[in-house]
């Protein structure tokens, strides 16, 4: 039992992390000092999805998951709980480019905002 509430709980700070990848630079906005935590993590992300990488918190929900007596599942997080609901017919690699590209893309956009806010206000 407590096995199963582990691998769920890594399932939660797993998506919680993706978000923040994905969608953190916009919290960047509000808290600039935030960027120290997320560009890091945006350049992971982005870096997992383009190379094909398994995120480290893949193989630790398994594991937990094993341990509960469940199966675990070959695969990444994002093939496993996201992609059936994004992309029904599978994963590819041409996939995880298109992913990688787009995390590139988001936050690329929103630092540049916050490159320019900062250029206007000066040292």
């Not at 997320?38 to 992971?44: K, M």
């Not at 094993?66 to 041409?94: K, M, N, S, W």
Request: net charge positive; hydrophobic share 55%.
């Amino acid at each position: 039992m407590l096995a199963r509430v582990a691998a769920d709980l890594v399932v939660l700070v797993h998506f919680g992390f993706i978000l923040f990848v994905v969608l953190g630079g916009f919290a960047v906005l509000r808290w600039p000092r935030l960027a120290w935590l997320h560009l890091p993590a945006a350049a992971w992300g982005a870096w997992i999805e383009l190379v094909g990488g398994i995120c480290p918190l893949t193989p630790l929900e398994n594991l937990l998951r094993r341990a509960a007596g469940e199966q675990g599942y070959d695969g990444g997080f994002i093939e496993q709980y996201l992609l059936p609901v994004i992309y029904p017919a599978g994963y590819t690699p041409e996939v995880g480019m298109v992913l990688g590209s787009i995390v590139l893309g988001i936050n690329g956009a929103v630092y540049a905002v916050v490159w320019r806010r900062r250029r206007r206000r000066g040292p």
